[in-house]
């Protein structure tokens, strides 16, 4: 189970540092866009 979690995990991040995260919103006025990366 911990290595499936784990790959959700990895997924999750990936996901949100390829695409619109919610955690790392561009439109965020606390980080900017350069910053999002």
């Given at each position: 189970?911990?290595?499936i979690?784990?790959?959700c995990?990895?997924?999750l991040l990936l996901?949100?540092?390829g695409?619109?995260?919610p955690?790392?919103?561009p439109d965020s006025?606390?980080?900017p866009s350069h910053e999002n990366r």
């Open positions: 189970m911990s290595r979690h784990a790959l995990l990895l997924c996901a949100g540092c695409q619109k995260g955690l790392y919103l006025p606390d980080r």
